[in-house]
């Protein structure tokens, strides 16, 4: 098997990080890897914002988990409750990507998404692609977190993917064969 099926046969979703932040160098290679990736008519309709502020991020989790909390359906909360209680999974580095919100964008912004995750994983670094970080962007505190974060304006979240040391490992998840149709020819 060469590297790169290699490396998306064993990529997971890690949901538990080490403190350790990530090197110069990792993040200029995954930003590079981000960059690369495809779009309808080259739009490139994203804006990727990386976060290595710690505390930043700590403190959009905290925001989030309360506003989980006082949730009605309380789903998403328990599910985060039973993973450790933190959204973002202790994670030390966030690349969050802003969408123009133009057609095709929400698929572009999804492939530049894999890009940072396959990217990530091929270094040995743990990640989740994470769609709930739009929570603290949509609570009360969004407009203060957009500016701290010099979200460009007329954008709107995208898609984040969560960054860092792995604590431990997992199995990728189990495929199912059975969500392939082939068409023959006759």
Not at 107 to 136: E, F, K, T, W, Y
């Amino acid at each position: 098997m060469n590297e790169t099926l290699k490396t998306i046969a064993e990529r997971y979703s890690c949901r538990d990080f080490a403190d350790t932040p990530l090197t110069a160098a990792q993040i200029q290679a995954i930003t590079q890897a981000a960059l690369a990736a495809p779009s309808a008519l080259n739009r490139q309709p994203w804006h990727v914002i990386v976060i290595e502020d710690k505390t930043f991020i700590d403190e959009m989790d905290a925001d989030s988990m309360g506003i989980l909390a006082a949730a009605e359906d309380q789903t998403g909360y328990e599910r985060i409750m039973s993973r450790g209680g933190k959204l973002f999974y202790n994670a030390p580095c966030m690349i969050l990507v802003a969408s123009d919100g133009s057609d095709y964008a929400a698929m572009d912004c999804g492939i530049l998404s894999q890009n940072v995750a396959l990217a990530a994983h091929s270094l040995g670094l743990g990640n989740v692609i994470c769609g709930m970080a739009r929570i603290p962007l949509a609570g009360p505190r969004g407009g203060e977190f957009k500016k701290r974060m010099q979200f460009p304006a007329g954008y709107e979240f995208g898609i984040a993917v969560l960054l860092g040391t792995a604590q431990s490992k997992k199995a990728p998840h189990e495929r199912d064969m059975d969500k392939i149709t082939r068409i023959n020819a006759d």
